[in-house]
């Protein structure tokens, strides 16, 4: 099995799809969520072993906020340097929405061939 | 894993600049800047853990320096692609239409917002450079010596990003959208060796001070231009306005002379070669601010963010 092979899968794979979970687990949170926060909620939630590397996730963020799908705001913070926390707006929101629509309806169609439900 | 895994930090990030070399230093300053956000938060999570052990572990939570510069540069790619501008008249368009096009460009708008706020921004850029530096040297045998000069140089760095996002904003020249990672905590006077040492210190003064005269000369050659400019280009509407007879009393139009021209000549032919010469200087202006905002956002480049430093 050649491992590069799937690994390239999976990148491709992400290409999108970081996108669009960094979006969930931002609407789901209650408060805001700093990168490092962020990174280490989707670790958790895949029992330590992310999908995706958490050094990719800052420059999404950063694309999302840029277009207007998340604000920040930076905070001052004892141990370090300031932290910026990213919030979802209601225009991320309403692509998040859309986009899980988008993500089911794919998710069912290729499960459908996969486990041959098809025929 | 590859033989040459980081170990610390410090290895971590010097790999990380390694596998982004060549991209835009301020694509690089941010990466870094996230890297070690990351890390340090990471070391300190695991207190029980020695920073080796905590950075072996990394290549498969943050991903290893090349996986992470490679994301940066996806990235940087695909929304460089989808934010670009694009630019009116296209290059194979006419000498006219490129020379005239520049009204429909949106930089050459912001550039001329700019030259006009560099005065200001100048005026309180070496106002704060002149004032803090002295201040310092003044307070260097007292005990606020030392935190005041640490305060200034913190202040500079908001200011060098602040002017950094102005500037990308004006001229879209990439510029950082993070400061300086300020390291791990140290002493203070272990910091105040580190900014001594750290070329960005100097260089961002430098730029502060430089504004100054620069502020001066974009304010003057802006003011200058769109003065003299407007001014020749409203003359055949005034003269055309007396012709219609709208300021009869010529209480305004009679005081309008240039050179030997007067405006009470009502000559149309010369209010029109004058006219045509006014949006000549205007459209001049333009194509200047245009390439001087570019120009100045490399000077800022080379200052602000000083590329390997």
């Known amino acids: 099995m050649d491992d590069s092979q799937a690994r390239k899968f999976q990148k491709d794979l992400n290409a999108g799809l970081v996108a669009l979970v960094l979006l969930a687990v931002l609407d789901r949170s209650p408060e805001d969520l700093y990168g490092y926060e962020i990174a280490k909620r989707l670790q958790k939630a895949n029992e330590g072993e992310a999908l995706f590397k958490e050094g990719t996730i800052y420059p999404v963020l950063r694309t999302l906020a840029a277009g207007g799908l998340l604000t920040s705001r930076v905070v001052p913070s004892y141990s370090g340097p300031p932290r910026r926390y990213y919030r979802i707006t209601d225009e991320g929101r309403s692509l998040l929405s859309q986009w899980s629509g988008i993500w089911r309806q794919t998710r069912g169609f290729v499960d459908r061939f996969i486990e041959g439900t098809d025929s | 894993m590859s033989a040459n895994a980081?170990?610390?930090?410090?290895e971590y990030l010097k790999q990380l600049r390694a596998a982004l070399e060549g991209q835009d230093p301020a694509l690089i300053q941010d990466a870094?800047?996230?890297?070690e956000e990351y890390l340090r938060a990471e070391v300190a999570a695991h207190p029980d853990k020695s920073e080796t052990d905590v950075l072996e572990l990394i290549a498969s939570t943050y991903g290893a320096p090349e996986e992470v510069a490679a994301a940066y540069r996806d990235t940087e790619a695909k929304v460089k692609a989808a934010l670009k501008t694009p630019v009116p008249a296209a290059a194979d368009a006419s000498g006219w239409k490129r020379f005239f096009g520049v009204y429909l460009d949106p930089r050459a708008y912001t550039s001329i917002f700019y030259m006009l706020l560099a005065l200001a921004t100048g005026i309180l850029y070496f106002t704060?450079?002149?004032t803090?530096?002295?201040l310092s040297l003044g307070f260097a045998i007292l005990i606020i010596g030392i935190p005041f000069f640490l305060v200034f140089i913190g202040i500079t760095r908001v200011i060098a990003l602040?002017?950094?996002?102005?500037?990308e904003a004006v001229t879209g020249e990439r510029m950082p959208r993070r400061p300086v990672h300020p390291g791990p905590p140290a002493g203070w006077l272990t910091r105040i060796g580190e900014m001594l040492r750290d070329v960005r210190t100097w260089t961002t003064l430098l730029y502060m001070l430089l504004m100054l005269p620069l502020g001066i000369v974009y304010f003057t050659v802006t003011v200058t231009g769109l003065a003299v400019g407007l001014a020749f280009t409203s003359l055949p509407f005034l003269v055309l306005a007396r012709w219609l007879g709208w300021d009869s009393n010529?209480?305004?139009s009679d005081d309008v002379h240039i050179g030997g021209w007067?405006?009470?000549d009502h000559s149309m032919v010369s209010a029109l070669i004058l006219g045509a010469i006014g949006v000549l200087i205007v459209t001049l202006l333009m194509h200047a601010a245009r390439a001087i905002?570019?120009?100045?956002a490399h000077l800022a480049k080379a200052l602000l963010v000083v590329p390997g430093a």
């Open chain 2, 132 to 134: 803090g530096l002295s």
């Open chain 2, 128 to 130: 704060i450079v002149v």
């Open chain 2, 162 to 167: 602040g002017e950094g996002r102005l500037i």
């Open chain 2, 6 to 10: 980081p170990r610390s930090i410090d």
């Open chain 2, 262 to 264: 007067a405006l009470s």
């Open chain 2, 250 to 252: 010529a209480t305004f």
């Open chain 2, 32 to 35: 870094l800047y996230d890297a």
């Open chain 2, 293 to 296: 905002g570019r120009g100045h």
